[in-house]
């Protein structure tokens, strides 16, 4: 599909949703990163920018990518609310073309899933090549189907992290899968809504 579909859906689905004024974390993220140093983070998929500005508010450095304008702009002006805006540089990018510039020493991107073509494995692949030396890319992926997706395919299929990883095919001897596992949680909707869902948990460590 084209780039102007992607485009448009997703600034769609940005624009629909009221601006959040403190978007939350998730908890992936959180459970993974506390405790590490601080450095310079990539968030991959930024979205509304929870990720993002827990990050940055935890010392972090955070290049926040997003195809959306609606979700990169949203994201700026929240930053500068919050006095982050030194420690976050939201841009537009279409990873299905280019990746963004620099070698980080995190790197998310949670629920990177998109009814439109993408070589996610090769966005991924790229993503572990600009970790520095101890880095770690976190990737998190839907495990199930929350009440309120936007894909609601009673067939759909959600890859294994075992998978996942084995779909990047990343040599062993540098990359070293961390952690690949299932696990469950509450996660709140629009409206209100809570439903019980699985998250599918990467996380890949660049050997010093």
């Known amino acids: 599909m084209k780039t102007g579909d992607a485009v448009m859906f997703w600034d769609g689905v940005y624009a629909a949703r009221p601006a959040a004024t403190d978007p ?3 908890l992936r993220l959180t459970e993974t990163v506390t405790g590490l140093p601080p ?3 990539l968030d991959l998929g930024c979205g ?3 990720d993002t500005l827990w990050l940055a508010g935890q010392g972090w450095h955070v290049t926040a990518a997003d195809l959306s304008a609606v979700a990169v702009e949203r994201l700026a002006a929240l930053a500068a609310a919050h006095g982050l805006g030194d420690r976050v540089t939201a841009v537009r990018h279409d990873l299905r073309s280019s990746f963004p510039h620099g070698a980080f020493d995190l790197i998310c991107a949670h629920y990177l899933h998109t009814p439109f073509d993408l070589d996610r494995a090769a966005v ?3 993503a572990a090549h600009a970790l520095r030396p101890d880095g770690r890319l976190l990737i998190v ?3 199930s ?3 309120w997706s936007w894909n609601q395919d009673p067939d759909v299929r959600y ?5 996942v990883a084995a779909d990047i095919g990343l040599d062993a001897a540098t990359w070293l899968v961390e952690r690949a596992d299932a696990p469950r949680r509450i996660a709140s909707g629009p409206g ?3 439903a019980e869902v699985t998250d599918h948990v990467l996380l890949i460590r660049r050997s010093a």
Not at 159 to 163: H, I, M, N, T, Y
């Open 39 to 41: 450095g310079d983070a």
């Open 159 to 163: 890859p294994s992290p075992r998978e």
């Open 124 to 126: 991924l692949r790229s």
């Open 145 to 147: 189907t929350a009440p």
């Open 48 to 50: 509304a920018g929870g």
């Open 141 to 143: 992926d839907h495990g």
């Open 24 to 26: 939350r974390p998730n």
């Open 192 to 194: 209100g809504r809570t």
